[in-house]
């Protein structure tokens, strides 16, 4: 099949490397100059708790125009409508978009772009991912990856991109209800996220701080679990504690995508996650106090990487 990987920092690049050793035909897209040349040069690395693997591939810096089977839009929720964009030179008749981020809402702003019949919603859990340099993608854990219609793609076309996904070594797999998955998974998130970011420690380490973080990641939690129920979706969760324990216990090392940007100095997506949250909660009349702190602390936290400050005389 061939595959364009639009975005390809730590989750696109395990996506392409993946898709890649299986035998397809994947064009890896980034914005970074030196990953591109890195893995055009000497192929990707994939490390992690297998073998390391080193993947050949294609890569560029902007996406040709070049119809693609599938092309998986692994960019982050702020750089969605710019990515969309890209998608639209990679699209033939039946292309496949897939577009795949922390939060709520991206696919709504992908789909006015492509069009909403061709694309797939997915939920990835449990990776623990980072770029360590360019060429380099590393993965703690690789829990399972669940994909979703957006509006008119037909089921069975679902269940067919979930097939090339698990012959690729992860455990994929299609199901009906999407936005199940996507709260599932955003009930752990903003348990992790904004803690970890503000404080700088993993997700073991927020789990099991009694004194302080635990708690307040238990509540952000229980708050995004009652705005789900509020909102009728149809969540398997009977407790978000216990959800969001069982989530932390199998990765207990890793840093969240959020506390990698803020060691990068880089905006998270904090605002699609324990934001997200917030904005559902209010139209339900189902307030989200911790998470709307959460979300203003990380927001400080970042503004003051790009506010100037004048020294006083």
């Not at 750089?79 to 890209?86: E, I, L, S, T, Y």
């Not at 407790?239 to 890793?254: K, S, Y």
């Amino acid at each position: 099949m061939r595959i364009a990987v639009v975005g390809c920092g730590a989750m696109g690049s395990i996506y392409a490397a993946r898709l890649a050793a299986a035998g397809n035909d994947v064009l890896a897209v980034d914005q970074s100059r030196e990953h591109v040349e890195a893995i055009n040069t000497h192929g990707l690395r994939i490390s992690g708790p297998r073998s390391d693997e080193l993947v050949a591939m294609r890569a560029a810096t902007t996406a040709p125009t070049e119809p693609m089977d599938h092309v998986v839009l692994a960019v982050k929720a702020a750089d969605v409508a710019v990515g969309a964009a890209q998608v639209l030179s990679l699209l033939g008749e039946h292309t496949s978009v897939l577009t795949i981020q922390n939060g709520l809402g991206s696919a709504d702003t992908v789909a006015e772009v492509v069009g909403a019949d061709r694309v797939v919603v997915g939920v990835a859990s449990g990776f623990g991912a980072s770029r360590p340099s360019p060429g380099h993608v590393h993965h703690n854990a690789m829990r399972e990856v669940r994909f979703g219609s957006y509006a008119g793609l037909p089921f069975p076309s679902v269940e067919a991109i979930a097939a090339v996904w698990h012959h690729a070594g992860f455990d994929a797999a299609a199901v009906v209800d999407i936005a199940a998955m996507q709260w599932e998974k955003l009930i752990c998130n903003v348990a992790y996220s904004a803690p970890c970011a503000l404080t700088g420690m993993t997700v073991g380490q927020v789990m099991d701080d009694d004194a302080a973080m635990g708690p307040v990641s238990r509540a952000a939690a229980t708050e995004a679990w009652s705005v789900a129920r509020a909102a009728g979706i149809q969540i398997s969760v009977a407790d978000p504690v216990e959800h969001i324990r069982d989530f932390g216990a199998q990765m207990p090392d890793a840093k969240p995508s959020a506390l990698l940007d803020h060691q990068a100095r880089r905006a998270s997506e904090i605002e699609v996650i324990n934001g997200a949250v917030v904005r559902r909660g209010a139209p339900l009349g189902q307030p989200a106090p911790v998470n709307a702190t959460l979300t203003a602390l990380v927001k400080a936290v970042e503004r003051q990487w790009t506010t100037s400050v004048t020294p006083s005389k």
